[in-house]
């Protein structure tokens, strides 16, 4: 299994970047993937997640309303569309996925990052004044 998160960088305050994560080893239209942050000093904070078998999506309120996810089942990939980027976004991002028949409760548990058994190795997404 592998996640390999790319399109973080630095980006001026009010901006936008798009995140991509990119999945294989598993079967990707039985699993959801999520979207952490972690900024420094901070936990590890659930943003945002897409259950594969039906398209449904979470977003905490963070974020509702400026971020949007989408997947391409073609390519196994989740993309993480970031606007109005705001100095407070500042982390590295991280996906991970997860099979959510395995999961009670999944609309209550999935913003947990302990539901979730594949991480990517994070993308540092920096915004700036």
């Known amino acids: 299994v592998q996640l390999v998160e790319s399109g973080g960088g630095l980006v001026q305050a009010g901006g936008s970047v798009r995140l991509s994560c990119a999945a294989s080893?598993?079967?990707?239209?039985?699993?959801?993937i999520g979207w952490f942050r972690e900024a420094s000093g901070e936990e590890r904070e659930a943003i945002s997640c897409?259950?594969?078998?039906?398209?449904?999506?979470f977003y905490a309120d963070s974020v509702k309303g400026r971020f949007t996810l989408s997947s391409d089942s073609a390519k196994n990939t989740v993309y993480l569309q970031m606007n109005s980027l705001k100095s407070e976004d500042t982390a590295i991002y991280y996906c991970a996925a997860t099979d959510p028949r395995l999961i009670r409760q999944w609309t209550i548990s999935r913003a947990s990052p302990y539901e979730y058994d594949y991480w990517g190795q994070g993308t540092q997404v920096s915004v700036s004044w």
């Open positions: 080893g598993f079967a990707f239209n039985d699993y959801a």
């Open positions: 897409i259950d594969n078998r039906d398209g449904s999506t």
